[in-house]
C-alpha cells in the first residue's frame, strides 16, 4: 500500500508504487442476512456496473433475484441443500453459510472495484462484508489498502492492527502495515523494522521484505544491517536490480567504492536503462574522482529521463569537467 516493491498489498490484487531515486535509493518498489439487499437498494444497484456473485440458488431464490439483480449470496441455500440439512442434525444452518457467502461476494466485488480504483465502493464493500463477518481478515486488509491508497494512514494501520489482532500469522497486514508506517509516519522506522521482521518470521523467502527492511536500516545509518538485507533480498529473488541498486548505494555510503560499483554495474546488466543504476554510479566515480566516468552516467540518467541528474551535471562543469 515507495520504497516498497510491490507497495500495499491487495490480497486479490498487487498494487504497484513509482520508484524515487533523488536520494541515491530505489523503491522496490500487489483478501443473517441480506437486509442490504432489499427492494430499496434494488434500483440504485441496478445502475452498478459491478454486480456481487449470484453462485447457484434454488427457485425461490431465482424469484428473489428477479426482482433485485445483486442480491447477496445464497449459494447454499438450494432445495437439495435443505434436504441434506433435514437429514444431518448438526449440520451449520443455512443462514450461516448465506452469510458467509454474502460477505465473500462483497469482498470480492470490492477487490474488483479497487483494481479499477474506485477505492470509496471498495471500502464501502469491504465494510459490508466485516458488518456480516466480524472477523473477516482479509476484508480488514483490503481496507487498510484501500485507505493506505487514499492517503488515510490512520484508518489504514487501524485495519491493519485489527487483522493482525485476529490472525497473529497474517504476514500482509504486517507487510502493509509497514509501508504506512514508512511513507506517512517516517519517523516510525523502528515500527516499520518490527513489522518487516513478523513478515519474515511468518514468510522467511519474501525478498521485498528484505530489500524493505534494508531501506528502513539505510534511512537509520544502519548500513551494515541494509547490506545484510539486501543480500538476503538478492539471494532470494534473482536479477533483483532494484536490492543491487540499494546495496551499492549502502557501500557507496561507507567508503567501499569498488564494492558499490561492482553492484551498480551488476544493476545495470539486468536493467540496461534504469536511471538510478547510472545516477547512483555516476555518485560512485564521482566519489573516485573519476569525473569523466561520473559525467558519462549523469547523462545517461538524463536521457533515460532523470532531469534531476542535471544538477550533477551542473557541478561538474563548474569545476571544469
Known amino acids: 500500500m515507495t520504497v516498497f516493491t510491490a507497495a500495499v498489498i491487495f490480497l486479490g490484487v498487487v498494487t504497484g508504487h513509482p520508484a524515487g531515486v533523488s536520494d541515491a535509493v530505489t523503491i522496490a518498489g500487489n483478501p443473517a442476512g441480506t437486509d442490504s439487499a432489499g427492494a430499496d437498494q434494488g434500483g440504485k444497484r441496478a445502475e452498478d456496473p459491478v454486480t456481487v456473485g449470484t453462485g447457484s440458488t434454488g427457485a425461490d431464490q431465482g424469484e428473489k433475484r428477479a426482482e433485485d439483480p445483486v442480491a447477496v449470496g445464497t449459494d447454499s441455500a438450494g432445495a437439495d441443500q435443505r434436504e441434506r440439512r433435514a437429514e444431518d442434525p448438526v449440520a451449520v444452518p443455512a443462514w450461516a453459510d ?48 484501500a485507505y493506505a491508497l487514499k492517503e488515510e494512514p490512520d484508518r489504514a494501520i487501524a485495519d491493519f492492527t485489527e ?39 511468518i514468510n522467511p523467502r519474501f525478498a521485498e521484505a528484505y530489500y524493505d527492511r534494508g531501506n528502513a536500516h539505510r534511512k537509520k545509518g544502519e548500513p551494515d544491517k541494509a547490506i545484510a538485507d539486501f543480500t538476503e533480498a538478492i539471494r532470494f529473488k534473482a ?80 569545476m571544469g569537467y
Open 163 to 201: 487483522a493482525i489482532r485476529i490472525d497473529p500469522n497474517h504476514f500482509t497486514a504486517y507487510y502493509n502495515r509497514a509501508y504506512v508506517y514508512f511513507y506517512n509516519k517516517k519517523e516510525k522506522l523502528d515500527q516499520v523494522i518490527g513489522d518487516l521482521t513478523e513478515t519474515l518470521r
Open 98 to 145: 448465506q452469510r458467509k457467502a454474502a460477505a465473500r461476494e462483497y469482498y470480492e466485488r470490492g477487490n474488483a472495484y479497487a483494481r479499477w480504483g474506485d477505492l470509496d465502493r471498495a471500502i464501502a464493500d469491504f465494510d459490508e462484508a466485516i458488518r456480516i463477518k466480524a472477523d473477516y481478515v482479509a476484508a480488514y486488509t483490503d481496507r487498510g489498502v
Open 239 to 318: 536479477g533483483y536490480a532494484d536490492a543491487y541498486i540499494n546495496r551499492g548505494a549502502a557501500y557507496t555510503s561507507k567508503g567501499e567504492i569498488d564494492r558499490a560499483l561492482t553492484d551498480f554495474d551488476e544493476a545495470i546488466k539486468i536493467s540496461p536503462d534504469d536511471v538510478a543504476a547510472y545516477h547512483n554510479r555516476g555518485h560512485a566515480y564521482y566519489a573516485k574522482r573519476d569525473y569523466t566516468r561520473a559525467r558519462a552516467d549523469w547523462e545517461q540518467a538524463v536521457r533515460n529521463g532523470y532531469a534531476q541528474a542535471q544538477g550533477n551535471l551542473e557541478e561538474l562543469r563548474r
